[in-house]
C-alpha cells in the first residue's frame, strides 16, 4: 500500500494558497501508485495534533480544479509554530502518532518563514525519533520576505491589488483635488518587509506620477522629510497619493501606528498607521484628507489576483509532489527568475535549513534616494509578478468560490491532544 | 451654427461616470447639426464660472470610447453648489456671460441631488435672466440616494466592490478563526443612506451567511444587540463579518464614528467608524479583531464595475442628449425598472424639481427585523444591479486608463470670477 500525504496551510492565507493546494492534491492523483489518499489537516498543523484530518479523496476533480480560483484557506490554516524538539518533544511525538496511525508518509507543508522552521524539523524526525517521513516546504506569503525564492506565491496577487487601488484612487483624488481631498492614504500589510507597500510603485506609469509617496518599514520615518514632500507633491501635481506600510517605524524603531506620529499629534490608535499619518498631514499642512486601510481586502482579492502568481502557486505544488516523490526530504521548491524582460521563471529547490527564519527586506537600492519611491530595479523586479489577469467565474455578479466538504477522516487514535 | 454644449461632473467621482461623458460626447458627435462642440467644465461648474472649458472636440473617438473603462472624473469634478438666484444672482450672470460668450445652448450637469438642484436652476435661466438654455440633469451617485430613478449610475459598481470584498474577506476570516481573528469589520460610504451597506448583504449566499452583521445609518445603533449578534455568530460560525455603513449614529443622532461606540470606549476617532466597532468587540467580547476602511478604493474600484451600471451610465448619457435635442429643458433621464427577474429597464425621464434635494433612503422593509442584515426584497432589489463583471483593459498588469489632453478653449472674457 502507498503512503498517504498529509498536507496543511500554515499562517496567514493568500488568494493563491488554494491554488497551491490544487497542484499537490491534483500531482499526487496522478501517482496513485506512489501516494495513497492527501489528508489535510483541518486548520493547518493544528489538524494533525489533534487528528482532525479531511479526506481529500472525498473531493471531485471539479471541486479541486475550482480551489484554483477561490481564495483563503480551503482547509482552515492556523497560527501555531512548532518549538524546537528539546522545548516541546510531546507535540513531535504526537504528529508521529497521529501519521503512523494514518500511514502518512509524505508531509507538505504551506507557508511562510515560521512554516518552513516547522517542515524543517519535521524532515529530521526519522534521525531525531525514528519515524521518517519525506517532508517538502511549499512557500507562500504575502509579505514576499522569504530568502532564495525569486518571490513568494501570494504576493503577486496581493501587490496587483495594491497598484490597482492606488492608481484608481489617485485618478479619483485627482479629479476632485480642487476643492477636495488633497492627501490620500492607502495603508497596506508588511509589517517587516515593504514589499507590498513597494508594489505600490508600479501604479507610476511615469517619474513622479502617482503614488507621489511610499512608506517602507525599511525606512525609518523622517517626519519633516514627509512633510516637505508631500507639501511638494500637492503644489506640482494638486494632489498627493501615499502608500503606507502598516509597519512604518520611527526612528527609534516604535510603529507609528502605536506612537502616534509625533508627541504633538500622537494619538494611540485603535490599529492603523493611516489615521496617524492623516493626521499630521492635517495638523502641520491643513491640507484634506481621506484614508483607506485595505486590511484583509488585499491579501483575499482573488478577483484580480495576477495570473504570473497564479501560474507559480500552482507550479510550486505540483514540484512539491514531484519532489516527494524522488525522495528528496527537508526541501522546498522554490522560484528562480531566469530573465526579467521577457520574464521567464523556473522551480528550483532550496534546503528548508537555509529558508527557516531568514527574512528577506526590501534592499536599500530598491528604494530612491529620497526613501519615498521605488528605483528603477524594483521596478523591473516587481512588473512582472503582477502581469495577467486570473479572474474567476462569477455567478450572478459574484465570484462563484468553492466551499469544499471538507469530511473528516475518522479518527483511530483514543488518545486526545490540546494543542497549547 | 449650432449652438455648444456644456458638460459638467459634480460632487464625488464614481467608476463610471466617465461612461456617461463618453454617451454624451459621443452621441452629440452623431448631431453635428444640431450641436457644436462639447465643451466641458473643468473641475465642474467651477469651469463655467471661471470660463475654464475643456474643447472635447479636439480628443480622438478613441480616447472618448476609453472614457468607458476610466474611472474618476475626467475633467475634474468640485463639490460646489449654487446657491439659490436671489441668494447669489452674481453667479447665474457669470454663468450666462460664459454661455454667451461660447454660444452655449445646451446644459448637461452629471451629478447627484445638488446637482439636480442646480441643474433646475439653469434651467429656469430663460425664465429668470432671459438666456434660455437648455438644461438636462444626469444622474450620478454612488450613494444611490436619488428618488424617482430606479437606482443611480455609480451605486452599482460600487455595489459590486462592496460585495465582492466582504465575500472574499470572509472567506478569509472563516479559514484562519480558529487561531487569529474572529471579527472583521469593513467600513463602506453612505452617509446618510445604506444602500453600499446594503450591498454588502448580496454576498450571503446563504441564509445566515456572511456578513453576518450589517449596520445601517437608517438604523440607530443598539449597542447590546450588535453586542450579542456578534457573540452569536462567532459561537455559532466560528466567525463574524461586519460591513458598517460611515454613517452610523448612536440613538441621539451622533455619528459613531465622531462619539465612539459608548462613553466607556469613546475615544474620538480621527475619521472611521470601523475602528470604533471593533474596539468595541475587542472590550466587550474580547475577540481578535481585523477591520478595513474601502473609502475611495470602493467608488475607484473600475476593475470590478459592474456591467448593469456601465450599461446604464452610457445610456443615460446618451439619453440626455436625446432629450435636449427633442427640446425638453429641466429634465433628467432616469432608470425605470419594468421587471425584476429576468432583470429588464428602460430609461424614462423626471423633472428636475421632483429630483432636486430628496433623499432615497433604505426603507424598512428592505432591512430584517432586527436590523442587522438585507431582506428578499432588498437582495431581489440590489441582486441584478452588480450583474455583468465589465473588465477594463490592461496593460502590463495594470488597468490602461486613459487621461485627456483636455486642451482648454481659448478664454473670450476679459473678465475674472473667483467662485466663493
Redesign the interface.
Known amino acids: 500500500m502507498p503512503k498517504n500525504a498529509f498536507y496543511a496551510?500554515s499562517g496567514?492565507?493568500t488568494a493563491v494558497i488554494n491554488a497551491t493546494a490544487a497542484g499537490v492534491i491534483e500531482t499526487a492523483r496522478m501517482h496513485p501508485d506512489r501516494i495513497g489518499k492527501v489528508l489535510a489537516g483541518r486548520?493547518g498543523i493544528?489538524g494533525a495534533l489533534s487528528e482532525d484530518l479531511i479526506d481529500t479523496s472525498r473531493e471531485s476533480a471539479e471541486s479541486i480544479a475550482a480551489l484554483k480560483h477561490?481564495?483563503?484557506?480551503?482547509?482552515?490554516?492556523?497560527?501555531?509554530k512548532l518549538k524546537g524538539l528539546d522545548e516541546n518533544r510531546a507535540e513531535y511525538e504526537r504528529l508521529i502518532e497521529v501519521f503512523r496511525a494514518h500511514d502518512i508518509g509524505y508531509f507538505f507543508y504551506n507557508g511562510g518563514g515560521d512554516s518552513s522552521d516547522t517542515a524543517f524539523k519535521v524532515s529530521q524526525l526519522g534521525e531525531t525519533l525514528g519515524y521518517p517521513v519525506i517532508a517538502v516546504g511549499i512557500p507562500k506569503t504575502v509579505d514576499n520576505d522569504l530568502p532564495i525564492t525569486d518571490n513568494c506565491p501570494g504576493f503577486g496577487s496581493v501587490a496587483?491589488y495594491v497598484?490597482?487601488?492606488i492608481?484608481?484612487?489617485s485618478?479619483?483624488?485627482?479629479?476632485?483635488a480642487?476643492?477636495?481631498?488633497k492627501v490620500?492614504i492607502?495603508e497596506v500589510m508588511g509589517r517587516h518587509a515593504g514589499w507590498i507597500a513597494a508594489a505600490g510603485g508600479?501604479?507610476a506609469?511615469r517619474e513622479g506620477g502617482p503614488p507621489q509617496v511610499i512608506l517602507f518599514p525599511e525606512i525609518a520615518f523622517d517626519e519633516a522629510a514627509f512633510i516637505e514632500k508631500v507639501r511638494a507633491s500637492v503644489e506640482k501635481d494638486g494632489y498627493c497619493s501615499v502608500v503606507v506600510s502598516e509597519g512604518v517605524r520611527d526612528g527609534e524603531g516604535r510603529f507609528l501606528s502605536e506612537v502616534g506620529a509625533s508627541d504633538a499629534f500622537g494619538?494611540a490608535?485603535?490599529?492603523?498607521v493611516?489615521?496617524?499619518i492623516?493626521?499630521l498631514v492635517k495638523e502641520r499642512l491643513g491640507y484634506k484628507y481621506?484614508?483607506?486601510?485595505?486590511?484583509?481586502?488585499q491579501?483575499?482579492?482573488?478577483?484580480?489576483a495576477?495570473q504570473t502568481d497564479l501560474d507559480q502557486a500552482c507550479a510550486l505544488g505540483r514540484a512539491a509532489v514531484e519532489i516527494a516523490l524522488a525522495g528528496r526530504n527537508g526541501v522546498m521548491p522554490v522560484l528562480v527568475r531566469t530573465s526579467d524582460e521577457p520574464y521567464a521563471w523556473e522551480v528550483g529547490e532550496a534546503s528548508l535549513s537555509e529558508v527557516a527564519n531568514v527574512e528577506k527586506k526590501v534592499p536599500r537600492e530598491y528604494i530612491t534616494d529620497d526613501g519615498f519611491g521605488i528605483t528603477e530595479a524594483c521596478r523591473r523586479y516587481l512588473?512582472p509578478l503582477?502581469?495577467?489577469?486570473a479572474?474567476p467565474p462569477?455567478r450572478?455578479?459574484?465570484?462563484d468560490?468553492v466551499v469544499l466538504d471538507n469530511h473528516p477522516v475518522p479518527k483511530k487514535l483514543g488518545t486526545r491532544f490540546a494543542p497549547r
Not at 269 to 272: E, K
Open positions: 496551510q496567514g492565507v486548520n493544528i477561490t481564495p483563503s484557506g480551503a482547509f482552515g490554516s492556523c497560527r501555531y496587483k497598484a490597482v487601488s492608481r484608481e484612487a485618478f479619483d483624488v485627482a479629479s476632485m480642487l476643492t477636495s481631498t490620500f492607502l508600479l501604479a506609469d494619538h490608535q485603535l490599529g492603523g493611516a489615521p496617524v492623516a493626521n481621506h484614508w483607506a486601510v485595505a486590511d484583509y481586502l491579501r483575499a482579492a482573488r478577483h484580480i495576477s512588473a503582477i502581469r495577467g489577469e479572474y462569477y450572478d455578479g459574484l465570484p468560490y
